[in-house]
């Protein structure tokens, strides 16, 4: 359920729509001012209204709107997530810029980039990374970044 306090504005966006031989208007997509485009797969409902709250009238469809909001407010989500995983600020992609020339191993680039080494009783050794939480979170964004598209 939306906020009942929050502040309401009018505002237009792009429509692209089709329309047919009886003079029917059918929305296909919808594109917002930053850039974000939203195919509309079903008109769930539609009627004529005006807006008692930012004044106007028109072809009102809720149900489509509130659905486009959600997938609105997740893909912003995404981005700031993407953003943050990517950054200069990411210790673990620093980490691999300042190691990715290296031609050998070294104890330099094992003190730089290795958290502790286990070596378990049957002699096989475990490697554990620095940052590999950090690691985790961006490989995380990009999955989600790659699934959205």
Request: hydrophobic fraction near 40%; glycine fraction near 6%; aromatic fraction near 8%.
């Amino acid at each position: 359920m939306q906020n009942m306090n929050a502040q309401c504005r009018k505002a237009y966006v792009s429509v692209n729509l089709d329309v047919d031989k009886e003079g029917a208007i059918h929305p296909r997509f919808i594109r917002w001012d930053n850039g974000l485009v939203f195919q509309i797969d079903q008109i769930l409902y539609k009627c004529r209204a005006t807006s008692k709250k930012v004044g106007g009238g028109g072809i009102r469809y809720d149900e489509q709107y509130a659905d486009l909001s959600r997938r609105l407010d997740e893909a912003v989500q995404r981005k700031v997530k993407f953003a943050e995983a990517m950054s200069e600020d990411n210790k673990w992609l620093t980490l691999m810029k300042s190691v990715s020339g290296a031609e050998k191993l070294s104890q330099d680039l094992v003190d730089e980039s290795v958290e502790l080494v286990k070596v378990h009783e049957d002699s096989s050794i475990e490697l554990v990374m620095k940052y590999g939480d950090i690691y985790a979170l961006t490989i995380q964004s990009i999955k989600e970044v790659q699934e959205a598209m």
